[in-house]
């Protein structure tokens, strides 16, 4: 069974720091990797896609891939308390099928 | 507005009744996904299907059962034979064409069993 691994948390941070959200995977082949935000009682919604290895902002919003280390990371710049919610990290098995890590709950402090 | 809608948004069950969850879609996607969440969980995916007329079994998939008649619709049954389905029901799709592989999500059914 294919695995992704985060902490669930919570991860606290105070209004305008960065807060960075990690998550490993098992499978060495996985191409594709996704992170989603989800607050609660609501469902995933889509933040970032990363492919390649390296780094991929947008906005205050930066994800990093290393498949060597089999992780992939989220950081968030200038958190806002918008931005406390469950961070979900996705990682293709194949056959555009996702795994799901369990989430790592996000509080920002104002 | 192209999106995914899922309804009802909240559901309830007796005990030993069969369920069916909608899932619809205008966003001319080809595959179609239903996903459980339990509280404090992750999402385990229970049916999908990349075409019309074509499902496959998730992890998940006993208790459940799914058709795909047309390319917009994906309905979900919970059958009696699910001893457990008190849980957040998400339906997803996904542009099989090209080369992303990006999953949405619609706004879930909450079932509840009494």
């Known amino acids: 069974q294919k695995e992704v691994e985060q902490n669930s948390g919570p991860l606290s941070v105070p209004e305008g720091a960065i807060a960075s959200l990690n998550c490993t995977y098992s499978?060495?082949?996985?191409?594709?990797f996704f992170w989603y935000r989800q607050y609660s009682g609501k469902s995933p919604e889509l933040i970032m896609s990363?492919?390649?290895?390296g780094d991929k902002e947008d906005g205050r919003f930066t994800a990093q891939l290393n498949k060597a280390s089999q992780y992939v990371s989220l950081l968030i710049r200038d958190s806002q308390p918008s931005d406390s919610a469950t961070y979900l990290c996705?990682?293709?098995?194949?056959?555009?099928?996702?795994?799901f890590g369990t989430g790592t709950r996000l509080l920002v402090s104002p | 507005d192209g999106g995914i809608t899922q309804s009802p948004k909240y559901l309830f069950r007796k005990e030993g009744q069969n369920v069916t969850l909608s899932c619809e879609q205008n966003l001319n996607h080809d595959a179609m996904y239903w996903y459980r969440q339990d509280p404090g969980q992750g999402l385990r995916l229970i049916y999908y299907s990349q075409i019309v007329n074509d499902f496959q079994k998730g992890d998940i998939a006993e208790g459940y059962s799914v058709s795909r008649e047309k390319k917009e619709s994906f309905p979900l049954t919970v059958t009696s034979a699910q001893k457990n389905p008190t849980a957040f029901y998400l339906c997803?799709?996904?542009?099989?064409?090209?080369?992303?592989?990006?999953?949405?999500f619609g706004p879930g059914t909450r079932l509840t069993v009494l």
């Open positions: 997803a799709s996904s542009p099989r064409e090209g080369s992303t592989d990006t999953q949405y």
């Open positions: 990363i492919y390649s290895n």
């Open positions: 499978d060495r082949g996985s191409q594709s």
């Open positions: 996705a990682v293709n098995e194949g056959f555009q099928k996702l795994v």
